[in-house]
């Protein structure tokens, strides 16, 4: 098992920066494609943001592209979210996962470990 535990939400102004942290234990974290998902109030789970197994590559959903920066720390077991420039649009709560391999994916399916979930609410 990997137990995937979120950190670092909280409440911020429009235009303010949070930076999420997801700190796994358990089975390996290296070698796996890392991610981050998001569901707002009312709306369905989203995806946001995964790095590859390496480090070498991330990618986001466009509505956050030039905001938000995923990274990854293999030694401390731990993958971030720096979330910049923050939107009323989004609040959430946020989600890392693990996925099954070390192909990326924008599909949840694809991933077999989650966390719990951190709150982050943007104030206009």
């Known amino acids: 098992q990997v137990q995937l535990v979120e950190s670092g939400g909280g409440l911020v102004q429009a235009g303010g920066s949070l930076r999420l942290s997801c700190a796994a234990s358990?089975?390996?974290?290296?070698?796996?494609?890392m991610g981050w998902f998001r569901q707002a109030p009312g709306k369905e789970r989203e995806f946001v943001a995964y790095?590859?197994?390496?480090?070498?590559?991330?990618y986001y959903t466009d509505s956050v592209k030039g905001r938000f920066t995923i990274s990854r720390d293999d030694a401390k077991n731990t993958v971030y979210l720096q979330m910049n420039s923050l939107k009323p649009e989004d609040t959430a709560v946020y989600y890392c996962?693990?996925?099954?391999?070390?192909?990326?994916?924008?599909?949840?399916?694809?991933?077999?470990?989650w966390g719990q979930g951190t709150q982050v609410t943007v104030s206009s």
């Open positions: 996962a693990r996925s099954a391999g070390r192909s990326g994916s924008y599909s949840q399916r694809d991933y077999t470990y």
């Open positions: 358990g089975r390996p974290f290296s070698g796996y494609v």
């Open positions: 790095i590859t197994w390496s480090g070498a590559s991330t």
